[in-house]
């Protein structure tokens, strides 16, 4: 599970420190990217790993930012599979127990099949970096 921001301003409202790391990735960085950022604040705690880390995204969608701009806040967000099963690989592959245990979808990829789950990159207590995956 991951949170998502519309920008580096919303970012700063759940992370005290964003190590210059991290601000480079956010601007340079291409493919989507979840950074693990240490010592989140205002979060609920369910969303904090036990090692006191959030994966947060900032995507760049349009839809998403208008989104998360609207709401003026984080929002959660997962894969659209049940823990061990494979991830869809398109929206026609998601389970109807996903869809039917939700309140709303959206389906924005319009059949899509090409869409690549998104580099997730750990930022160390010592700001260094770790790929998680590429």
Do not use: W
């Not at 900032?58 to 609207?70: D, R, V």
């Not at 099963?85 to 939700?102: H, L, N």
């Amino acid at each position: 599970m991951i949170c998502l921001v519309a920008n580096q301003s919303m970012l700063r409202n759940y992370i005290s420190h964003i190590p210059d790391s991290a601000i480079k990735i956010i601007n340079t960085e291409t493919q989507p990217t979840t950074i693990i950022y240490n010592n989140p604040k205002y979060l609920a705690n369910n969303l904090i790993a036990e090692d006191s880390t959030i994966a947060i995204r900032i995507p760049n969608h349009k839809f998403c930012q208008e989104l998360l701009l609207q709401y003026n806040g984080a929002i959660v967000s997962t894969s659209a599979n049940i823990s061990g099963q494979s991830t869809p690989q398109s929206f026609k592959e998601i389970t109807q127990d996903i869809i039917k245990g939700v309140d709303y979808v959206v389906n924005l990829q319009h059949e899509k099949t090409d869409v690549n789950p998104s580099k997730i990159i750990k930022i160390n207590t010592d700001g260094s970096l770790k790929i998680i995956r590429e």
